[in-house]
């Protein structure tokens, strides 16, 4: 057996960002890169958090099945979070494992580190090969907004996903404007 014992602390870590949407297990895996963009070595933890709709609860710890593809003879290990040295410029991919199992999980990611740190995350759809990307959002106080370009061309949809890191609540307000500018939609 190969235990990993993750440390109470890490000194200078950083909360850097999340990435407010994934889904696991049953028909989906969601693949996490993380990438030191430092010229020394970076120290990350990486956090799994469960939605408001699955058994673990909004903000709680969400244990998943995990590879890591670059590191293939550990195996799958189980838990909510991770640590990890990057070395300069360097990449680390932490996969969901255990398709089949129900029912399907979601949550967000957090992500904090000692230096800086860019990442995304992925998110596949066995049955019809779906995939959308979460990019690492970062963790700028009250960011002024940002903008989701979509077109939906032949009735493609698309949804949006959130994730307040903070322990207090927060209203979110949107615009939906057409290719034009137009403000066709709003609300909180």
């Known amino acids: 057996f190969t235990i990993d014992q993750q440390a109470a602390s890490i000194p200078g870590l950083n909360f850097i ?3 407010p949407h994934i889904a696991a297990e049953e028909n989906w895996t969601t693949m996490f ?3 030191n963009n430092t010229s020394s070595p970076n120290q990350v933890r990486f956090s799994l958090f469960g939605s408001n709709i699955d058994a673990s609860g909004s903000g709680n710890a ?6 890591l593809p670059q590191q293939p003879a550990l195996g799958v290990l189980v838990g909510a979070s991770l640590d990890n040295t990057l070395s300069p410029f360097a990449s680390w991919v932490v996969s969901t494992a255990g398709q089949g199992i129900t029912p399907v999980q979601t949550g967000s990611a957090q992500v904090s580190a000692t230096g800086a740190l860019g990442g995304f995350a992925v998110f596949h759809r066995y049955s019809d090969a779906q995939e959308a990307v979460v990019p690492l959002t970062p963790a700028t106080p009250n960011p002024p907004s940002y903008l989701l370009a979509f077109d939906n061309t032949n009735g493609i949809v698309t949804s949006a996903a959130v994730a307040n890191v903070s322990p207090q609540a927060a ?5 939906i404007r057409d290719d034009t500018g137009t403000q066709i939609g709003s609300g909180t």
């Open 62 to 67: 969400l244990q998943l099945p995990l590879n």
């Open 17 to 19: 960002g999340s990435m």
């Open 33 to 35: 890169t993380m990438v």
């Open 171 to 175: 209203n979110i307000g949107y615009i």
